[in-house]
């Protein structure tokens, strides 16, 4: 696959890659902690011959110009102004992780604006900031940086953890790129955004299509958890892929693509 050039939206903040007609309907996609633009190009490709592919440097990643004050909510506020920017309308959202919680919050701010989301191994809630379990999932991740290591030796171990059954080589590839090449500040930051998150309250009012798509074996998104969240969400679709762990379109892309396809091909003939 060719490798496509990274752009920058007018107001030079936000950089991003795409890929298909401008004038189709646009897919965002959102990565997760870990992640860049660059980990969904293959679903920018496979994508692309029916909608505006779209998948975003996160503010502080990449091209992205960072945030003064991280927060989910702010995270929310900047999708929108690159969505402005960007010029698009009616979105189909798709959320990974920390990328799936922002575009939860998206919804609360801009309830309307969507034409439909996907929510992929992410949660509704990280708890409380005095929480034992978010107090000792921050140290795991922050310890190490503190103690002098860096994301790039680090990126092997994490990736290792976050995924299942035989994941695809290429894939796991990208994702050690990815996390090792994200900034420490903004890994620290997005971390510390996680904790208090909690959009459990407005599920209900969910109002456009939703895809809720977990991993068996995803120990940060269990899909336990995932299933129960999408009961919530009025009409919301559930589907759980086998032996898949946290990085689910990097480690079986096929199935990923195929998962989410089948949601999307109903609206792409619809204006």
Same mark, same amino acid.
């Given at each position: /696959?060719? =490798?496509?050039?990274?752009?920058?939206?007018? !107001? &030079?903040?936000?950089?991003?890659?795409?890929?298909? *007609?401008?004038?189709?309907?646009?897919?965002?996609?959102?990565?997760?902690?870990?992640?860049?633009?660059?980990?969904?190009r293959?679903?920018l490709? %496979?994508?692309? *011959?029916?909608?505006?592919?779209?998948?975003?440097?996160?503010?502080?990643?990449?091209?992205?110009?960072?945030?003064?004050?991280?927060?989910?909510?702010?995270?929310?506020?900047?999708?929108?102004?690159?969505i402005?920017?960007?010029?698009?309308s009616?979105?189909?959202?798709?959320g990974?992780?920390?990328?799936?919680?922002?575009? =939860?919050?998206?919804?609360?701010?801009?309830?309307?604006?969507?034409?439909?989301?996907?929510?992929?191994?992410?949660?509704?809630?990280?708890?409380?900031?005095?929480? *034992?379990? =978010? #107090?000792?999932?921050?140290?795991?991740?922050?310890?190490?940086?503190?103690?002098?290591?860096?994301?790039?030796?680090?990126?092997?171990?994490?990736? #290792?953890?976050?995924?299942? !059954? *035989?994941?695809?080589?290429?894939? /796991?590839?990208?994702?050690?790129?990815? /996390?090792?090449?994200?900034?420490?500040?903004?890994?620290?930051?997005?971390?510390?955004?996680?904790?208090?998150?909690? =959009?459990?309250?407005?599920? &209900?009012?969910?109002? @456009?299509?939703?895809?809720?798509?977990?991993?068996?074996?995803? %120990?940060?998104?269990?899909?336990?958890?995932?299933?129960?969240?999408?009961?919530?969400?009025?009409?919301?679709?559930? @589907?759980?892929?086998?032996?898949?762990?946290?990085?689910? %379109?990097?480690?079986?892309?096929?199935?990923?693509?195929?998962?989410?396809?089948?949601?999307? %091909?109903?609206?792409?003939? #619809?204006?």
């Open positions: /696959m060719s =490798q496509p050039a990274p752009m920058i939206t007018k !107001d &030079g903040r936000f950089a991003y890659e795409a890929a298909g *007609d401008p004038g189709a309907i646009p897919l965002i996609f959102l990565h997760g902690i870990g992640g860049a633009a660059r980990a969904w293959q679903q490709a %496979n994508f692309g *011959d029916r909608f505006r592919a779209i998948a975003w440097d996160m503010p502080g990643y990449g091209g992205s110009a960072p945030l003064t004050s991280v927060s989910i909510a702010a995270l929310a506020e900047a999708l929108q102004q690159f402005e920017q960007l010029g698009v009616r979105p189909v959202l798709i990974h992780s920390i990328g799936g919680m922002i575009v =939860q919050r998206w919804l609360v701010q801009f309830p309307k604006l969507a034409r439909a989301v996907v929510l992929a191994q992410t949660s509704p809630a990280f708890g409380k900031s005095d929480g *034992d379990w =978010q #107090k000792s999932f921050i140290a795991a991740r922050l310890g190490p940086l503190d103690r002098g290591e860096t994301m790039k030796s680090l990126a092997p171990s994490l990736v #290792k953890e976050l995924v299942g !059954d *035989d994941p695809d080589p290429k894939g /796991m590839e990208v994702a050690r790129e990815c /996390m090792g090449s994200v900034p420490e500040a903004s890994y620290r930051a997005m971390m510390l955004a996680l904790i208090g998150f909690d =959009q459990r309250s407005t599920l &209900g009012n969910i109002s @456009v299509p939703t895809l809720l798509l977990s991993g068996s074996k995803d %120990n940060n998104a269990p899909a336990p958890m995932m299933a129960k969240t999408a009961t919530y969400i009025p009409g919301a679709e559930y @589907v759980e892929l086998a032996g898949v762990g946290h990085l689910a %379109n990097l480690e079986r892309p096929g199935a990923f693509d195929e998962a989410l396809g089948r949601f999307l %091909n109903p609206l792409a003939t #619809k204006a």
